[in-house]
């Protein structure tokens, strides 16, 4: 989960400093959950997955589809 977070962030072009600001958290608080040191809450999961246009699942290695679901 760690390294897709991260790599979605760099595939992206972006620093962890903007992602951080857009989940309203410093970017060494954002660092750790990229270098696995923290636990993502749930709400950041989600948070990212509404960023990244990616499903909760995609992000947890459930699956490798990056799409995200409709309904």
């Known amino acids: 989960m760690y ?3 991260r790599d979605l962030r760099e595939d992206k072009d972006l620093s962890q400093t903007q ?3 857009y989940l309203g958290m410093s970017q060494t608080g954002y660092s750790k959950y990229e270098t696995g040191e923290n636990d993502i809450p749930t709400c950041v999961l989600i948070k990212l997955a509404k960023f990244y246009s990616t499903s909760v699942d995609y992000l947890l290695g459930e699956t490798d589809n990056p799409k995200r679901y409709s309904r």
Do not use: G, L
């Open 3 to 5: 390294r897709r977070i």
């Open 19 to 21: 992602v951080a600001k």
